[in-house]
Nanobody
């Protein structure tokens, strides 16, 4: 069984910073794209940023220049550094990964449980 566990959410003032982490564990052969999504109250889940196994990144326009996604392949971990946070960044942030696993060999699309980020003064 494969799972993603996020950490690093919390309450921060506007203009502040947070770093989210997400660790994948289980019978993992390799991980392709990893990413972060978010869902604000009353809204649909939306893409924040993704990163390929080779380090190619993609960002939502709303976070470009403020957020940075990175990964450590040796640790099966993806990070999201969030700077200059705004109240509209308030949401539950979810980690996602495309994971190849054993027993039997197959590709899974895995989601974490989410971590709440609240930007408020």
């Amino acid at each position: 069984q494969v799972q993603l566990v996020e950490s690093g959410g919390g309450l921060v003032q506007p203009g502040g910073s947070l770093r989210l982490s997400c660790v994948a564990s289980g019978s993992i052969l390799r991980i392709n794209t990893m990413g972060w999504y978010r869902q604000a109250p009353g809204s649909q889940r939306e893409l924040v940023a993704t990163i390929s196994s080779g380090g190619i990144t993609n960002y939502a326009d709303s976070v470009k220049g403020r957020f940075t996604i990175s990964r450590d392949n040796a640790k099966n971990t993806v990070y999201l550094l969030m700077n200059t946070l705004k109240p509209e960044d308030t949401a539950v942030y979810y980690c996602n990964a495309a994971v190849w696993v054993t027993g039997p060999y197959r590709r899974l699309d895995i989601w974490g449980q989410g971590t709440l980020v609240t930007v408020s003064s």
